[in-house]
């Protein structure tokens, strides 16, 4: 599956964005999905999942209360709706796929990634 993110862009702290993932290749019903961030001089962490169905979906410390994450299999498309954005949300973002039916938080649970989008938070 090729996974393309985008979405991201400019916002001042307090702002909301909305990233999408579109899934191309394979049904994206078929996969795990979720998102990672990278911040400038920091390693790759995990920010939302959400599982196959739909059914499940778990957070990172950080964000929870904040953001949302969704899907829509009908047009292969995952969401991360970001609210009440702070100046450390700034990174890159990635989205991610994988097979298992279950949700992981480790950066090697996922087979697949797609490219990156930047989201700048300003103070």
């Known amino acids: 599956v090729q996974l393309q993110a985008s979405g991201g862009g400019l916002v001042q702290a307090g702002g909301s964005l909305r990233l999408s993932c579109a899934a191309a290749g394979r049904a994206s019903s078929t996969y795990t999905m979720g998102w990672f961030r990278q911040a400038p001089g920091k390693e790759r962490v995990f920010v939302a999942a959400?599982?196959?169905?739909?059914?499940?979906?778990a957070y990172a410390d950080s964000v929870q209360g904040r953001f949302t994450i969704s899907r829509d299999d009908a047009k292969n498309t995952m969401f991360l709706q970001m609210n009440s954005l702070k100046p450390e949300d700034t990174a890159v973002y990635y989205c991610?796929?994988?097979?298992?039916?279950?949700?992981?938080?480790?950066?090697?649970?996922?087979?697949?990634w797609g490219q990156g989008t930047l989201v700048t938070v300003s103070s």
């Open positions: 959400v599982s196959r169905n739909g059914g499940r979906t």
């Open positions: 991610v796929a994988d097979t298992a039916s279950v949700i992981g938080r480790s950066r090697n649970f996922y087979d697949y």
